[in-house]
């Protein structure tokens, strides 16, 4: 099992940045894939961003493209989300998701969830 804990979380205006972290613990010996998803009130999860276990791979939607970054420490067992430029519809919960092997933009794939991180963005 992989538990899968996301911070950094917050109230922030329109314009400004945050920095999401997910810190892994229990098997983290697997190669994981990471990846952040998000869901806004009365909206379906979306995909948000992957990285795959050695960093040389990374993938970000359209709507987050040029304005936020996922990256990871494997040393550290934890993924980061830089968000900067936010805009109001980033407003979500934001979560933190893994499975080994490559990585997937279909959430059902993804095997280990955090609690999620909500951001509130305001304008």
């Known amino acids: 099992q992989v538990q899968l804990v996301e911070s950094g979380g917050g109230l922030v205006q329109a314009g400004g940045s945050l920095r999401l972290s997910c810190a892994a613990s229990?098997?983290?010996?697997?190669?994981?894939?990471m990846a952040w998803f998000r869901q806004a009130p009365g909206k379906e999860r979306e995909f948000v961003a992957a990285?795959?276990?050695?960093?040389?791979?990374?993938y970000h939607a359209d709507s987050v493209k040029g304005r936020f970054t996922i990256s990871r420490d494997n040393n550290k067992n934890t993924g980061y989300l830089q968000m900067n430029s936010l805009k109001a519809e980033d407003t979500a919960v934001y979560y933190c998701?893994?499975?080994?092997?490559?990585?997937?933009?279909?959430?059902?794939?993804?095997?280990?969830w955090g609690q999620g991180t909500q951001v509130t963005v305001s304008s």
């Open positions: 229990g098997r983290t010996g697997i190669r994981l894939s």
């Open positions: 990285i795959n276990w050695s960093t040389t791979n990374t």
């Open positions: 998701a893994a499975k080994a092997g490559w990585y997937s933009l279909v959430d059902d794939n993804w095997v280990y």
